[in-house]
């Protein structure tokens, strides 16, 4: 049992923590196939993926609904909307070797492949092809 005023040991402050009070925004790494920082591909509304998981959150239930692990992952080049909830089923692997990944495009409201951002038939200073 630890005092109000101990400071943890390492083992316990490897934890991610995240709610106020602590109860459903925790999870150990070692519970979990990913951590935070990882750089992962998924699949997000039928689209691979790529992020950045910020945070591991543990099963628990919200809004009287029971949720899984699940991660609060940033999508890379999106930096203008919220965290994607990534569910472990969605999760195709760590992103150890790029592969092509549909990215926000600057110039449309589509997405294309990082390599063809500059092709956009949106973009004013586009190469010719």
Known sequence: MMLPYQRPAES????DHL???GSNLRASRKDSEHRRGDVIIYT??????QGTILWVAAPGEIAGKQHPMRYIVEPDGETDTFPHLVYPG???????????VL???PYCTGRHLESQIEYCLFNPNKPEI
Do not use: F, M
């Open 90 to 100: 969605e999760v195709i692997r760590l992103a150890a070797v790029q592969e092509p």
């Open 12 to 15: 316990e402050s490897n934890h």
């Open 44 to 49: 997000n509304e039928g689209i691979v993926t």
């Open 103 to 105: 990215v926000k495009c």
């Open 19 to 21: 709610s106020r009070d």
